[in-house]
């Protein structure tokens, strides 16, 4: 059986030290359940029932310390934890618990995605709903989000804009039109936005010219 060769008490926690180079932390106010000494033998039940209390412990501070510097998605965490090695029980318990408080939630997460994507550059409903799937998100809030952001239609006026900085970087003559139309589908605008903003380019470019 595993011996405890120390018990040290810290601000949140306490520290198991065992005589097989394992520690394991409990929280606090699960720490005296168990009458835990230097020198005690723990037997089997008792250890795996600590374990799993240990498990479940320090799968929920690496959890928050994940959360810390940004919201996460239910998926993120999920990855997260799993590639520290927690089990899945301790992961669902975690994850279950922190979307129960709202500390997880994928509706405000894909929102505020979205609002902080279009901040930075244009970009069009089929391109944020790429990178919100790539985070694991479900489809159904994903379109909730992109309809509540209102990211779902395209503002004419954003997507000219962009259309016309990528169209005058560009060198060359007529052939930077089809450049600047395969930059706004990979931005993911829809085809008759691109177009659209092409025909204003085109009209300002060319006035007498009729407008595709």
């Known amino acids: 059986m595993p011996k405890i060769l120390k018990v040290e008490y810290r601000e949140s ?3 198991l030290a065992l005589d097989d180079g394992e520690e394991l932390r409990l929280p606090l106010n699960l720490a005296g359940l168990h009458g835990l000494a230097a020198d005690r033998e723990i037997d089997p039940v008792q250890y795996r ?18 959360l810390a510097p940004r919201a996460r998605s239910v998926f ?4 997260y934890l799993r590639k520290k090695g927690f089990s899945a029980p301790a992961i ?7 979307v129960d408080k709202g500390y997880l939630d994928d509706g405000a997460y894909a929102l505020a995605l979205i609002q902080s994507k279009m901040r930075k550059k244009a970009m069009g409903p089929a391109l944020l709903k790429k990178e ?9 809030t994903i379109d909730r989000a992109i309809r509540e952001s209102g990211a779902a239609e395209a503002d004419p006026d954003v997507v ?3 259309a016309r900085k990528k169209f005058d970087s560009l060198k060359g003559g007529d052939e930077r ?3 600047v139309y395969r930059f706004l589908l990979q931005r993911g605008f829809r085809h008759e936005d691109a177009k659209k903003a092409l025909g204003r380019i085109r009209d300002e ?8």
């Not at 240990?54 to 928050?64: G, H, I, M, T, V």
């Open 13 to 15: 926690h306490v520290v």
């Open 49 to 66: 029932d600590i374990r799993d209390e240990s498990d479940l412990f320090c799968c929920r501070e690496k959890a928050l310390s994940y």
């Open 76 to 79: 993120e965490m999920k990855t």
């Open 92 to 98: 669902e318990s975690v994850v279950g618990a922190l």
């Open 132 to 140: 919100l799937a790539a985070r694991g998100i479900a489809r159904g």
């Open 160 to 162: 000219y804009a962009a």
């Open 177 to 179: 039109l089809g450049r």
């Open 205 to 212: 470019s060319c006035p007498d010219a009729d407008a595709e």
